[in-house]
């Protein structure tokens, strides 16, 4: 356990003063927290054996809703922007989750992929509030009635964002060592025994499924402030496979296995395209299948290794 929060510290120390040091990686390494958070959404389900191809909506509903209060209401308090967002992500994840974990399997993961797409459709076709295919721009919101220079809040947007990370994931740390959070794992393993016992699947998925849309909507609002602009492409199918794909490189075996795979894939990305413009596709496919050969956990396994922690016969493997 030592070691393990040794670790922990040390990446967000490495995290914190990355940008110090290299200035140009605070947007990449933003964006890659803000996707880290949806890929933790992803991650609880995949906990459950459930595989979202549509998780991206909430991403762009966190997203649309921050830009449409600092655009549309005037609202321009971050604190505000931030929870709201979340609020109505988690809002909509519970009124499509009613009838989305009533299913299980390839029909999940389609019926998701298929809301998806009707989000991302209305997006790009309701030009009068979203904005259409120009999408929405976000100004610069305030901070406890502060008007920061964009530069500014970029980098207060940066380090909140790191204070997020450790509190929210504490808190689901939280949820999946109790009763709750372990039934996700018994409903990928025996649903019926599940059910036998006395506990509800649908419920306890349902509250799983909330959990990641909040989450989702968490890295949707710190995109939309981070990027200052919002398009219908954050509900595209290939936003929620990347997503998936995030999830599994990182491991979700633990709660910094989603921010891990997220970091490294922003980071690949952007090295690859800014020496390599020209085979940077490349570079990230061999950058992928040498994790997915020789960590099969994913990047927390690494982590695991290095901290001496060991995996427990319940806990969900890659």
Known sequence: MNRTLTLSGVALIILALAPQIFPF?????????????AALGVALLLRAGLISLGHAMYYAIGAYAAAFMAQKLGI??????????TVISAFFGLVFGLFLVRYRAIFFAMLNLAVS???????????????????????????FGMELSKDAFDGVLYYVS???????????????????GNAL???????????????SAWSSLLTAYT???????????????SIGHVLPEYAFWTESGHLVLTAVLGGIAGIAGPFLGSVFLELIHTIAVGFAAEAWNMIVGVALL???FFLPRGLFGLFERLSGQKATDGEPKL
């Open 25 to 37: 990686l605070q947007f990449t390494l933003t964006i890659a927290i803000a996707k880290g958070f």
């Open 76 to 85: 321009t308090d971050f604190a505000v922007i931030m929870i709201a967002a």
């Open 117 to 143: 797409m009707v989000i991302y459709s209305l997006a790009s076709k309701l030009y009068g509030i979203t904005g259409g295919t120009d999408g929405l721009r976000v100004a610069v919101p305030t901070i």
């Open 162 to 180: 790191i204070v997020l990370v450790v509190a929210l994931g504490y808190l689901i740390h939280r949820y999946l060592k109790s009763p709750l």
């Open 185 to 199: 794992s018994a409903v990928h393993s025996n649903e019926v025994r599940l059910e036998y016992l006395g506990v």
């Open 211 to 225: 959990i990641s849309a909040a989450l989702a909507g968490v890295g949707g609002a710190i995109a939309a402030l």
């Open 290 to 292: 040498v994790v997915i």
